[in-house]
């Protein structure tokens, strides 16, 4: 009562106390919720605030545009209403509460813009198939309505496939045959490659940073500094060798009996395999 305004006083609180006879022993939050409203002692919830404010949705770009928006605003839509017909059934939250989940889920479905629908016309129209791939070649159980709605519109089966044959099926929405899906993998292939090996790199220097050496004039340096010097200077070789139940690892220089010190733990030796194989490719 008091979050809505109200307070108990001469005029309520009989009436008050008759209705708690209503209501079981150990009652929830929800049971004195329903009683009270039910009776008129609080009142409906407010919107929240934004719902008095106009939305501009926009404008689609496309009929698909259009199609997808509808569908994932439906969608979305649906699922609130859905929990809030759980949460009721389970009695986690009064009628007056789903009362109002569901009237803010049914007005945000037509406040839903057409950002949504418009990235993933454009992507098409512009044979994104990277983009494209992140929505349409996932489970039937992720982006149904965008599924949906590429399918009404265009004729392309999205749901309800093998996974090689939905891959398939979106190269064909950009109009890709097998040998251009072909190179376009091999290419993607190349870039994960090559982006995981910087990621690699990265994470490998980031840990030898921390680690200390010492040079060959006894100066302390850190574990990149000691591994890129040893490079330099041509000890490129990761060479291990069994030292009782561990493994020591060094850089080598030919076959010399000099060598720079590694270490898996401090993260010299990830790093020196790192950047080797930089330098290798």
């Known amino acids: 009562m008091r979050h809505n305004g109200k ?25 004195v919720e329903d009683v009270l409203h039910a009776h008129g002692l609080i009142d409906d919830l407010p919107l929240p ?18 199609r997808v928006r509808e569908l994932v605003a439906a969608s ?10 759980k949460e009721l059934k389970a009695g986690r939250i009064s009628h007056r509460m789903h009362r ?12 839903h813009t057409f950002e949504y629908g418009n990235r993933m016309a454009r992507a098409l129209a512009e044979r994104n198939v990277e983009s494209l791939l992140k929505v349409l070649d996932t489970s039937d159980e992720h982006n149904r309505a965008s599924k949906t709605a590429f399918e009404e519109v265009l004729g392309v089966k999205l749901l309800r496939l093998r996974p090689a044959a939905r891959h398939r099926a979106v190269f064909l929405l950009c109009g890709y045959n097998e040998a251009q899906q072909a190179q376009w993998e091999s290419l993607a292939a190349q870039r994960r490659a090559e982006s995981e090996a910087e990621r690699g790199l990265q994470d490998a220097r980031e840990a030898a940073t921390q680690a200390r050496y010492k040079d060959t004039e006894d100066a302390v ?7 890129d010097r040893a490079i330099r200077e041509g000890y490129s070789t990761i060479r291990s060798y069994p030292r009782g139940a561990s493994v020591r690892y060094v850089l080598a ?6 060598a720079r010190r590694l270490s898996a733990k401090d993260g010299t030796l990830a790093y020196a395999r790192a950047v080797l ?4 490719s």
């Open 7 to 31: 307070s108990i006083n001469e005029q309520n609180a009989d009436i008050l106390t008759m209705l708690a006879r209503l209501l079981p022993d150990e009652p929830t939050y929800p049971h």
């Open 49 to 66: 605030d934004t719902f008095s404010k106009p939305v501009d949705v926009g404008q689609p770009v496309s009929p698909l545009a259009s």
């Open 76 to 85: 979305v839509c649906r699922r609130a209403v859905e929990f809030a017909d």
């Open 100 to 111: 109002h989940r569901c009237n803010i889920a049914r007005l945000d479905e037509g406040r």
């Open 221 to 227: 340096i850190t574990g990149v500094e000691h591994v």
């Open 253 to 258: 220089r030919g076959e010399e009996r000099t």
């Open 277 to 280: 194989g930089t330098l290798a």
